[in-house]
């Protein structure tokens, strides 16, 4: 499946799939946070994406990205009409 996304701003990256096989997409931070430990921040995507009818959206952790960095990711769902900005909560 192709995701169809619109940059938000000129600090997007592209969604990435780590492989072919890949359960989902990778998706980038536009801006640098600094989340102190303990605490909690919405990280802006800058991408409005367009989700198949009759499915949503699932933003899940990253073993890696917690295992490397000590950062986890509030699992989301993202609405099949949800035409936002794209944000992840993270966790420090």
Do not use: W
Request: hydrophobic share 35%; charged share 20%.
């Amino acid at each position: 499946m192709q995701l169809r996304f619109a940059r938000l701003s000129e600090h997007t990256t592209a969604p990435t799939r780590g492989s072919a096989r890949a359960a989902g997409y990778n998706l980038y931070s536009a801006y640098d946070y600094t989340i102190p430990p303990m605490e909690k921040t919405v990280v802006k995507i800058d991408i409005q994406i367009a989700l198949p009818a009759g499915c949503y959206g699932r933003v899940a952790p990253c073993s890696g990205l917690a295992a490397k960095h000590f950062i986890d990711v509030g699992a989301g769902v993202i609405d099949e009409d949800y035409r936002g900005n794209v944000g992840c909560c993270e966790l420090g």
